[in-house]
Nanobody, 128 residues
Framework: QVQLVESGGGLVQAGGSLRLSCAASGRTFSSYTRGWFRQAPGKEREFVAAISWSGGSTYYADSVKGRFTISRDNAKNTVYLQMNSLKPEDTAVYYC?????????????????????WGQGTQVTVSS
């Protein structure tokens, strides 16, 4: 049974940092595209960041570019999202996702429909 479990969320002041983790189990995810999405209250879920199967390609939403970094450790089936210089508008539930199609372009990596597996989400709250 495939399972994605996020951790690392919490409450932080504006300007602070958090590191989210997403551990996958149930199969080997080393060939999978991995991504992060978020959903703020009253808004639709949106793309945040994605990383190719090898880690050689990364893709970010403009709103987080330069502040967030996605990385992966295939030996641990885990993907990370380092979030720096956090802003109140980053407040949301953050979801990790995985797709078995590991060799795709950045546009596809940013699409929710590309992903087959989703975690339950972790809350990130940034206070002003």
């Amino acid at each position: 049974q495939v399972q994605l479990v996020e951790s690392g969320g919490g409450l932080v002041q504006a300007g602070g940092s958090l590191r989210l983790s997403c551990a996958a189990s149930g199969r080997t995810f080393s060939s999978y595209t991995r991504g992060w999405f978020r959903q703020a209250p009253g808004k639709e879920r949106e793309f945040v960041a994605a990383i190719s199967w090898s880690g050689g390609s990364t893709y970010y939403a403009d709103s987080v570019k330069g502040r967030f970094t996605i990385s992966r450790d295939n030996a641990k089936n885990t993907v990370y999202l380092q979030m720096n210089s956090l802003k109140p508008e980053d407040t949301a539930v953050y979801y990790c996702a995985a797709s078995p199609q590991g060799r795709v372009g950045v546009t596809t990596m940013g699409s929710q429909t590309h992903y087959n597996y989703w975690g339950q989400g972790t809350q990130v709250t940034v206070s002003s």
